[in-house]
């Protein structure tokens, strides 16, 4: 059984700055054939993709409204995905999900993604 499990939300100012986690675990889990992603969904609306991080890292992709504020990185020797987040405003407010999908490339497609954690609430206030 695959588990993905988030941390580092929280409550934080405008301009300020959160590091989430994603540590991933199961016995048959090949953490490094897998392309890890963070999405988020704000109160009311529909899940979004955030970004998206290739499997060796070498590749990384974000949506517009958190390039140059965000950061995706993995570390495959401890099955953690990080997500740096940088001089965030209020409209970042949403629960952040870590997922998986199989496959060497990022994608942005909730579809491609085969595991997915629990959430984790970021909150910015003004």
């Known amino acids: 059984q695959v588990q993905l499990v988030e941390s580092g939300g929280g409550l934080v100012q405008s301009g300020g700055s959160l590091r989430l986690s994603c540590v991933a675990s199961?016995?048959?889990?090949?953490?490094?054939?897998?392309?890890m992603g963070w999405f988020r969904q704000a109160l009311g609306k529909e899940r979004e993709f955030v970004s998206a991080?290739?499997?060796?890292?070498?590749?990384?992709e974000y949506v517009d409204s958190v390039k140059g504020r965000f950061t995706v990185s993995r570390d495959n020797t401890k099955k953690i995905v990080y997500l740096q987040m940088n001089s965030l405003k209020p409209e970042d407010t949403a629960v952040y999900y870590c997922?998986?999908?199989?496959?060497?490339?990022?994608?942005?497609?909730?579809?491609?993604?085969?595991?997915w954690g629990q959430g984790t609430q970021v909150t910015v206030s003004s």
């Open positions: 199961g016995r048959t889990f090949s953490f490094g054939s897998y392309t």
């Open positions: 997922a998986a999908a199989l496959g060497w490339m990022p994608t942005s497609s909730e579809n491609d993604y085969d595991y």
């Open positions: 991080i290739s499997w060796n890292g070498g590749t990384a």
